[in-house]
């Protein structure tokens, strides 16, 4: 059997039973400090959303872009992909009707993702959080989002599709 031995040097011994009884580099009350001035920063975050300090920095934007050069090329019920006004902005051309022609931001107005165009079902439609959009006003139909899409005022001229400028097209209900 072999003997147990103390340690031969008291410096380590003094070392050891300071780190036993040392209290730990966080206490309770930092612990709850910590706390507190994150959940304030957070509530003051969604105080400021909610007050809408974070505005969309493309509204208003007013940039000239053809989107399409070739109207008969789309077909009723179709879609072209673009960026407007903006390369980092999504955005969805529709073809409604044989001459009503729609476009809004591709960003969903809940959380930003990126909506998509369901032809068969005339849906514009947000996987994210099953956020649903009336394709022809852009108004949210189901989900979360409680703002309609963005909309970019178009312009025919001859057989081109021009967006002009984001903005609302028609008078909000």
């Not at 208003?60 to 903006?86: H, K, N």
């Not at 409604?96 to 809004?104: P, S, T």
Request: proline content about 7%; charged content about 30%.
């Amino acid at each position: 059997m072999t003997e147990r031995t103390n340690p031969s040097d008291p410096a380590l011994v003094d070392e050891r039973i300071q780190r036993l009884t040392t209290d730990a580099l966080v206490t309770r009350r930092g612990y709850l400090k910590i706390l507190g001035v994150l959940s304030g920063g957070l509530a003051a975050g969604n105080v400021a959303v909610a007050l809408g300090a974070f505005e969309r920095r493309t509204e208003g934007a007013e940039v000239e872009m053809v989107i399409a050069d070739d109207v008969d090329a789309i077909p009723v019920g179709g879609e072209v992909r673009f960026s407007y006004p903006t390369d980092n902005d999504p955005a969805v051309l529709l073809r409604l009707e044989d001459e009503l022609f729609v476009a809004y931001s591709a960003v969903c107005t809940h959380l930003a993702c990126e909506v998509l165009w369901v032809r068969d079902e005339r849906d514009l439609f947000c996987p994210c959080h099953d956020g649903h959009f009336d394709p022809s006003d852009g108004a949210p139909t189901a989900g979360p989002p409680k703002r309609p899409l963005p909309e970019i005022v178009l312009e025919r001229r001859g057989n081109s599709i021009v967006a002009l400028r984001e903005g609302r097209i028609r008078e909000e209900h």
